[in-house]
């Protein structure tokens, strides 16, 4: 009768965590990027606050606001200036529907020119400019969930280093795994979390500060604004950056600048995407040696799950997949004892 009750006890328990932890995170979800962000950062000044906290022996209080103004200083305050930019030159241009269809249309009727095709009729030409028109009023409408995660982020992790070591122990003793298993898993998110959250920022930058130089030198519109919106490009696997610069080298192309759209195209096949190819390859050696395939299909899986934070969490999560996988073949199948 007492296994009955404590199994009883158990699992009733175990149903009740499971509905309220399922209630907690769907009305927390709009808060997930915010939450993932802390945790990134958090794997990246843990080190930094054990030194304040320990070898120098401040207040721990003390020792997180300070890393929490190196935080702003560091990582918000440019991802601000930035969306102040862009939002502030997209309120300067005009998304009135029919002066949207006449530079359209007349895009078409140059490439109509050129090639000879009519590419779109008047109808499907409406359609994608109401499209365009619901695409750039959402991206402006991500201002205030960004305002608001970031809000959340330094919330969160403010408790997260308020925690330190106690906060981990306590997530060491729950992971389901034995406990060289447990140092595995904790050790390749380590290393996936620094790589990319590392790698991949570096890795925009670059890449979006050589496309402005080419910009630049064969006189596209805004290359400062699309240098910065190629550092966004990136983060999209296979065609990346490409969906940047192939518009910008065709919209030359097409106003009859050939010389600029065919210097453009060849710049970036072979200097933007060779700069890509060599930073990843730096990266990897350095950081974490990871899979070409885990990364690519990792930032596809974690974009449309996290957003932003995907590109960070999506190759950690298939990672995470792929070391479960295997230490279940190693414990239970390869060596069933």
Not at 133 to 157: A, H, P, Y
Not at 165 to 182: A, Q, T
Not at 300 to 305: A, D, E, P, Q, V
Request: net charge positive; proline share 4%.
């Amino acid at each position: 009768m007492s296994d009955f009750k404590e199994q009883y006890w158990k699992y009733s328990l175990l149903i009740i965590i499971i509905i309220l932890g399922g209630i907690v995170f769907k009305e927390t979800l709009p808060f997930l990027s915010g939450v993932l962000g802390a945790c990134t950062v958090y794997v990246l000044v843990r080190r930094q606050m054990s030194f304040l906290s320990e070898t120098k022996k401040m207040r721990r209080s003390i020792a997180a606001t300070i890393i929490l103004v190196e935080v702003s200083l560091i990582f918000l305050v440019p991802a601000f200036f930035v969306i102040w930019l862009l939002v502030n030159r997209l309120q300067s241009v005009n998304l009135e529907p029919s002066v949207l269809i006449k530079t359209i249309q007349h895009l078409i009727d140059l490439i109509q020119q050129k090639t000879g095709y009519d590419l779109l009729s008047g109808e499907n030409l409406t359609m994608i400019t109401s499209n365009i028109t619901g695409i750039v009023q959402m991206l402006v409408g991500q201002v205030s969930s960004f305002l608001i995660n970031s809000f959340v982020l330094l919330f969160v992790l403010y408790f997260m280093l308020l925690g330190g070591k106690r906060m981990e122990s306590y997530v060491y003793d729950i992971l389901p795994f034995r406990n060289k298993n447990k140092k595995d898993v904790i050790k390749s998110a380590k290393v996936m979390v620094t790589s990319n959250a590392i790698g991949i920022p570096l890795l925009a930058l670059i890449q979006g500060f050589i496309a402005m130089i080419g910009y630049l030198i064969f006189g596209t519109p805004d290359p400062v604004i699309f240098g910065f919106l190629t550092c966004f490009a990136t983060i999209l696997p296979l065609i990346g950056t490409a969906l940047i610069w192939f518009p910008l080298a065709a919209y030359l192309a097409l106003t009859g600048d050939w010389a600029g759209g065919i210097g453009l195209a060849i710049y970036a096949l072979v200097v933007i995407s060779n700069v890509d190819n060599l930073v990843r390859f730096l990266l990897q050696k350095k950081l974490a040696d990871t899979h070409p395939m885990v990364t690519i299909f990792g930032v596809i899986l974690g974009l449309s799950l996290f957003g932003f934070w995907g590109v960070i969490f999506g190759p950690l999560l298939l990672s995470l997949f792929l070391l479960c996988f295997d230490m279940f073949k190693r414990d239970y199948i390869d060596d069933p004892k």
